[in-house]
C-alpha cells in the first residue's frame, strides 16, 4: 500500500512560521510532481505549490515570498516552509503526489490526510 502522510501543522502566531512534512511510503518506484494544497473553512481547496521531481516549482501568488516548497527524493518528501504567516492562511493543508507504484508502474493520484495550520494571536 503507497500512502502519503502529513505533519508539522500546529497553532502559531502572526508573523510566525512554520515547516510542513509529507511523506510518501510504501511499494514506490518514482515520484513525479508533488504538490501542497490547502482548505479553508468554507472555501474551496486550492493548490498552494507544486515541485517536479527535477526542482522545478511554482507557487501560487498569495503565498510567493513567503512560502517555499522544496523536495528530498531520496525520503520521498516534500516540505513546505511558511515565513511570515497571517490569519489567511489558516487551513488544512493536504500534499498530492503523482507516484508511479511498484512493481507495476501503475500511476497513482495520492492525497495525505491533511494537517491543520491554525495562524492566530
Known amino acids: 500500500q503507497v500512502q502519503l502522510v502529513e505533519s508539522g501543522g500546529n497553532l502559531v502566531q502572526p508573523g510566525g512560521s512554520l515547516r510542513l512534512s509529507c511523506v510518501a511510503s510504501?511499494?514506490?518506484?518514482?515520484?513525479?510532481?508533488m504538490r501542497w494544497y490547502r482548505q479553508a473553512p468554507g472555501k474551496q481547496r486550492e493548490l498552494v505549490a507544486s515541485?517536479?521531481?527535477?526542482?522545478?516549482?511554482i507557487s501560487e501568488d498569495s503565498v510567493k515570498g513567503r512560502f517555499t516548497i522544496s523536495r528530498d527524493n531520496a525520503k520521498n518528501t516534500v516540505y513546505l516552509q511558511m515565513n511570515s504567516l497571517k490569519p489567511e492562511d489558516t487551513a488544512v493543508y493536504l500534499c498530492?503526489?503523482?507516484?508511479?507504484?511498484?512493481?507495476?508502474?501503475?500511476?497513482?493520484?495520492?492525497w495525505g490526510q491533511g494537517t491543520l495550520v491554525t495562524v492566530s494571536s
Open positions: 510504501g511499494s514506490i518506484f518514482s515520484i513525479n510532481v
Open positions: 515541485i517536479t521531481s527535477g526542482g522545478l516549482s
Open positions: 498530492s503526489a503523482e507516484v508511479l507504484r511498484s512493481p507495476d508502474s501503475r500511476l497513482l493520484v495520492l
